[in-house]
């Protein structure tokens, strides 16, 4: 929403909003030790990856609350058999899709609605700072509601803290929410849950290749192109003396077949049948080499070093958690063409030693 929308939609929601609670559609107003907590991050892969410590924390904080938790069908993956989640549901909120993904209908959010308000949750954390969401949580009746408001909808909020900004990465501000409610998130990795199953098939389809490539992103500016790609496979099989993985999503087969085509001798294409097998191949890897984009947070939470590749964004706020990460970028930092194979080969071929 533009800023003057912002203006309106909070002197709107500022009017309107009493007079909600009034007639009561607001119950149980009070800090009294939650009974159920509503969690809601409806985005992409990595966002909701960067969120898995404050998971943690708010289960550690109130072990006896039921956690739920509401994300995109496409991210829901990451979050399955994690232990401190109760329920996960799909929330594919219409404000939060791409394009081509599938948004709910006004029906299906008014259904959902109903139904979270008859669980009569306690309080819900918004990990988004979106107002639609923040009226969602509202409309759903839950008496504490904690997030961020600086594109408005800071009445819709009881807990309205100070937003972030660029130079505070993601999951430091997602941390900030849940200490809010008394949790202790720094105590916590990013983390994704996978079976003992599903970990021997990531090892039995990588085979012999320890080393994984990633060829795409969401965006095509967050992309090498496919000749610097093949460029810099070259060059680090030629100094790590091994061979690579190239895998990617459905939409990103041409560019998998041509980088492999750049160096067949190199490389090998490994097909990825779900999100949690791409999960398992990344944990199965050595290293994991990829883009600004969900895979590379997944490494992450798989405890797999990565070497992530930088062009536009900003690593400060966005590059994925912890030590086992190495951002790559290029002089010119709007340009991810400039990086140079060698100086990622070197980092690999230093990663492998470790």
Known sequence: MSGLIHKLFDGLSALLFPLYELTGGIEGKGHKPPKKILLIKPDHLGDVVLTTPAIAAVHDHFPKAEIWYLAKSTSLPVLQNNPAISRLIEFNAPWCCRLGEKAMTIGELSKLSR?????????????????????????????????????????????????????????????????????????????????????????????????????????????????????????????????????????????????????????????TTSLRHLAALIKAARVFIGHDSGPGHISSAVSTNSVILFGQGNPTRWAPWGDQARVVRANDCKNIEAIEPKEVADIVKELLTE
């Open 115 to 271: 139904l979270l308000r008859r669980e009569r949750f306690d309080i819900s954390v918004a990990f988004q700072d979106n107002a639609r969401t923040h009226l969602f949580a509202a409309y759903c009746g839950i008496p504490r509601r904690l997030g961020y408001a600086p594109r408005g909808g800071k009445h819709l909020l009881t807990d309205n803290l100070p937003p972030p900004n660029e130079d505070e990465h993601a999951l430091i501000s997602h941390n900030r929410l849940v200490k809010a409610i008394g949790a202790k998130p720094d105590e916590f990795p990013t983390q994704i849950f996978l079976t003992e199953e599903e970990e021997k098939e990531g090892k039995s389809s990588l085979a012999e290749c320890s080393l994984l490539f990633h060829v795409g992103a969401a965006h095509a500016g967050k992309m090498v192109s496919v000749e610097l790609g093949g460029r810099i496979m070259k060059a680090v099989a030629q100094s790590c003396h091994c061979k690579i993985a190239l895998i990617g999503g459905k939409a990103e087969q041409e560019r998998v077949k041509a980088i492999h085509s750049q160096c067949a001798e190199e490389t090998k294409v490994v097909p």
